[in-house]
Nanobody
């Protein structure tokens, strides 16, 4: 069965870094667009970053540009999100998602599969 399993979340101080990983199984990972979304308490789920099958077309939300870096390793069926210079407003549950036909990368409805999420808390 399809699985997306996120890891790497935790508690970090403002200005710190975390690297999230999302391990995929049960589908042809290299054929899917991969994205990261996040949802803070009381807020809607929002797009963070995404990249295409080959990893050479990348999108970021304005709020994370210059601080977050997305990448993928198709040999390992894994997508990563390196998060630097973290801010308290980055606190959220982070989800990875996979979509076979993603045209609007920020639209969560275009993704087929979702992970269970990993908590990221930025606080001193």
């Amino acid at each position: 069965q399809v699985q997306l399993v996120e890891s790497g979340g935790g508690l970090v101080q403002p200005g710190g870094s975390l690297r999230l990983s999302c391990a995929a199984s049960g589908f042809t990972f290299s054929s899917y667009y991969m994205g990261w979304f996040r949802q803070a308490p009381g807020k809607k789920r929002e797009f963070v970053s995404g990249l295409n099958r080959s990893g050479d077309t990348i999108s970021y939300a304005d709020s994370v540009k210059g601080r977050f870096t997305i990448s993928r390793d198709n040999a390992k069926n894994t997508v990563y999100l390196q998060m630097n210079s973290l801010k308290p407003e980055d606190t959220a549950v982070y989800y990875c998602a996979a979509g076979s036909q993603v045209l609007g990368v920020t639209n969560s409805g275009e993704y087929d599969y979702w992970g269970q999420g990993t908590q990221v808390t930025v606080s001193s």
